[in-house]
């Protein structure tokens, strides 16, 4: 998928309102894998870690450092895109839950579906 000027205000939409919902502060975004890549090059640099892995992963979250990389171009549809946000806002939230427990399914629709009071599940 494009990633367009509207895109990207769609992505910043939905991360701010599951944000809202969560009652956490919307951490930064990156939307692409050219802005990812800048980022671990500085913290690479940082660390002196030279590895350098490859991955088809659609989005990550990086906690500790107050981000989230959402990669618009792998995702094949906007439901998609919509999923692959809420999955890593929950990880950000409670970086506890696995992809496999039930926990973590009922967490992806209770967020889609905005299910969520005081900021809680």
Request: aromatic share 10%.
């Amino acid at each position: 998928m494009k990633l367009t000027k509207s895109k990207r205000q769609w992505v910043d939409n939905k991360v701010k309102h599951y944000c809202e919902l969560l009652q956490i502060q919307a951490p930064k975004v990156f939307l692409t894998m050219s802005e990812y890549s800048a980022w671990k090059k500085i913290k690479r640099e940082e660390s002196g870690y030279t590895r350098v892995g490859r991955s088809n992963c659609l989005g990550v979250c990086h906690r500790d450092d107050g981000f989230l990389v959402i990669l618009v171009k792998r995702s094949p549809s906007l439901a998609r895109l919509d999923q692959t946000i809420r999955h890593e806002l929950i990880h950000y939230t409670k970086p506890s839950y696995n992809h496999w427990s039930e926990t973590f399914k009922d967490r992806m629709e209770k967020l889609k579906k905005g299910k969520i009071k005081n900021g809680r599940f």
